[in-house]
T-cell receptor
């Protein structure tokens, strides 16, 4: 079992709708969680990080963390075609390393 | 402007050649990382460093080596390139008291 799991997708969402991306992790000692966006052929770009249970909002993006259930999610409101990319979830584990998920490919359909 | 740089961006080289991929950062970060990523595939950590003269191998076995003589510079060397080394190589850094990593633009290596 991978330590950080994501559905590989592709997840197809109509333009203007809410895209919901999910991630589960196995290391209960993980305290910090990160969402990165990676366009095809480009390097990952940090979108958001979250440390505390609950929601954290930044513009059209909301990160949600539930430590009891060991899942992290990213909501993208008013999805735009430019949001089409692969979204990587990462957890800072108890071994002091970032553990990466394999990513979810998101496609926003105009 | 604080940033992380990688050169070259693209490299096509023949089998058996020695190559060095450069990574430099002006972010003042202590920690630096090298990842390997094939198209559409996940990131694999191949080397990391927590400071000058500190280097460790990552999760993915790699025939490359790294050095960290200066805080801002973390080059990766392949002594004898092979077609199996064809991939994208990403350099990243993170601060001493933060966990998020910031990536350079990557080097796309093709070994013929």
């Amino acid at each position: 079992q991978k330590e950080v799991e994501q559905n590989s997708g592709p997840l197809s969402v109509p333009e203007g709708a809410i895209a919901s991306l999910n991630c589960t992790y196995s290391d209960r000692g993980s305290q910090s969680f990160f969402w990165y966006r990676q366009y095809s052929g480009k390097s990952p770009e940090l979108i958001m990080f979250i440390y505390s249970n609950g929601d954290k909002e930044d513009g059209r993006f909301t990160a949600q963390l539930n430590k009891a259930s060991q899942y992290v999610s990213l909501l993208i409101r008013d999805s735009q075609p430019s949001d089409s990319a692969t979204y990587l979830c990462a957890a800072f584990g108890s071994n002091y390393q970032l553990i990466w998920g394999a990513g979810t490919k998101l496609i926003i359909k105009p | 402007e604080a940033d992380i740089y990688q050169t070259p961006r693209y490299l096509v080289i023949g089998t058996g050649k020695k190559i060095t991929l450069e990574c430099s950062q002006t972010m003042g970060h202590d920690k630096m990382y090298w990842y390997q990523q094939d198209p559409g595939m996940e990131l694999h950590l191949i080397h990391y460093s927590y400071g000058v003269n500190s280097t460790e191998k990552g999760d993915l076995s790699s025939e490359s080596t790294v050095s960290r003589i200066r805080t801002e510079h973390f080059p990766l060397t392949l002594e004898s390139a092979r077609p199996s080394h064809t991939s994208q190589y990403l350099c990243a850094s993170s601060g001493d008291s933060t966990y998020e990593q910031y990536f350079g633009p990557g080097t796309r290596l093709t070994v013929t």
